[in-house]
Every structure is written in C-alpha cells, then in structure tokens.
C-alpha cells in the first residue's frame, strides 16, 4: 500500500514535492506511478519510474517541470513539482504498476488515498 503526503497550497511558479512511502510492497519489484485527478476531469498518469529505476515516464503536460525519483533505504518515490501552474491543481495519487504499465496500458494497482495539491494565488 502507499501513503502520499506533500500537497498543499502553492503560488504560481512555485515548487512542492510529493512523497509517496510504500508499506508491504518492494520498490525494486514494481513500477510505481503519480496520477492526479482534477474536478470533471479523467485521471491523468503524470510520471511513473521502473522496477529498477533506470527508466520513467512524464506526461507531455509536465515534461521539463516533474521529475521522479526513488529511495529505495526508504521505500518512497517522490515527485518534485516545479514551475508549477494552475491546471496543475488535482489529487494527486500514486500505485503499483506491473510490466509495461510506466509507457503502456493501465495495469495499476495498491493506490493511495492521495493527496491535494491547489496551485492559486
């Protein structure tokens, strides 16, 4: 299971990183991926890194902004935020992925409860 924490409010142009801490699950056996969810929106996958942490994914909306990240002594993923933006604003989640599941597909699971993030001034 994982437990996201970090959200919060934050200004235009300013930075917030997400922690996502994994409890039963071994980060070196799983891909592990940031999702958020806006008001009337579908869920977005956002970045998602390997089992064995050499490859990752970002959406074509973040790209340059995000960057994932994994330490594995303990057992979290983190996502730093920058250059943040209003539409930016969303739950924030992270799960499980298997196989391919970082660059294709929707093989998610384990998901955290998550955690807000408003981007406003």
């Known amino acids: 299971q994982f437990v996201e924490s970090g959200g919060g409010l934050v200004q235009p142009g300013g930075s917030r990183r997400l922690s996502c801490a994994a409890s039963g699950l071994s980060l070196s056996l799983i891909s592990v991926g940031w999702f958020r969810q806006a008001p009337g929106k579908e869920r977005e996958k956002v970045s998602c890194i390997t089992s064995a942490g050499d490859s990752t994914y970002y959406a074509d909306s973040v790209k340059g902004r995000f960057t994932i990240s994994r330490d594995d002594a303990k057992n979290t993923v983190y996502l730093q935020m920058n250059s943040l933006k209003p539409e930016d604003t969303a739950v924030y989640s992270c799960?499980?992925?298997?196989?391919?599941?970082?660059?294709?597909?929707?093989?998610?699971?384990?998901w955290g409860q998550g955690t807000q993030v408003t981007v406003s001034s």
């Open positions: 799960a499980a992925g298997y196989g391919s599941a970082c660059f294709f597909g929707d093989d998610f699971d384990s």
